[in-house]
Nanobody, 124 residues
Framework: VQLQASGGGLVQAGGSLRLSCAAS????????IGWFRQAPGKEREFVAA????????YGADSVKGRFAVSRHNTQNTVYLQMSSLKPEDTAVYYC??????????????????WGPGTLVTVSS
């Protein structure tokens, strides 16, 4: 599956954005999907993940209560709704696919098909 993240932009602190992860080929319903981000000068980190069916979601402690991941398999798309954004959320956001049973661990190693990222900038 080939994935493409979109929806990034510039937003003020406290604002919201919704990112989309669309599959340009293949069926996204066959995969668990993870969201990751990489801030300038930092390593890529896990943000959130959702199971194939959408029945299970996971989020990093830093985004719990603020970010929500969902999916619409018939539209071949997964979403990351981000609210109460903070300047420290500024990063390039990526989505990736996994077939691993430990996809929820957030380990980069169990994800592949990384799509191009989308930049989110949160101003203070």
């Amino acid at each position: 599956v080939q994935l493409q993240a979109s929806g990034g932009g510039l937003v003020q602190a406290g604002g919201s954005l919704r990112l989309s992860c669309a599959a340009s080929s293949g069926h996204i319903s066959n995969y668990h999907i993870g969201w990751f981000r990489q801030a300038p000068g930092k390593e890529r980190e896990f943000v959130a993940a959702i199971s194939r069916s959408g029945s299970a979601t996971y989020g990093a402690d830093s985004v719990k209560g603020r970010f929500a991941v969902s999916r619409h398999n018939t539209q071949n798309t997964v979403y990351l709704q981000m609210s109460s954004l903070k300047p420290e959320d500024t990063a390039v956001y990526y989505c990736a696919s996994s077939v691993s049973v430990v996809y929820h661990s957030g380990s980069n190693d169990v994800y592949n098909s990384w799509g191009p990222g989308t930049l989110v900038t949160v101003s203070s």
